[in-house]
């Protein structure tokens, strides 16, 4: 089993960029295949994107296509998430999930961070 942990969360301007990390535990993160997700208030945990394992796939929901990049350091046990010019509606908490199945790709979540906030102010 692997322990997920955020952190880069922070209060930032709108139009400023910030770059979150997922950390993993107990089990190198090379292992999996790992997305990008985030819950604003009031509303439902959302997809972002994912990277495939090896690192050779990424995919992101349109919406932050070409704001948000996702990049994995497996020799650090770190996936990061870079945001750019960021936007109030980017408010949210942002998760990180690792899937389990054994594929190459994204599929589910099986372990998942516990969140890191980040608030864009306008």
């Known amino acids: 089993q692997v322990q997920l942990v955020e952190s880069g969360g922070g209060l930032v301007q709108a139009g400023d960029s910030l770059r979150l990390s997922c950390a993993a535990s107990g089990r190198t993160i090379s292992t999996y295949p790992v997305a990008w997700f985030r819950q604003a208030p009031g509303k439902e945990r959302e997809f972002l994107g994912a990277i495939g394992k090896g690192g050779g796939s990424t995919y992101y929901k349109d919406s932050v296509k070409g704001r948000f990049t996702i990049s994995r350091e497996d020799a650090k046990g770190t996936v990061h998430l870079q945001m750019n010019s960021l936007k109030p509606e980017d408010t949210a908490v942002y998760y990180c999930?690792?899937?389990?199945?054994?594929?190459?790709?994204?599929?589910?979540?099986?372990?998942w961070g516990r969140g890191t906030q980040v608030t864009v102010s306008s």
């Open positions: 999930a690792a899937d389990n199945t054994g594929g190459v790709h994204f599929i589910r979540g099986d372990y």
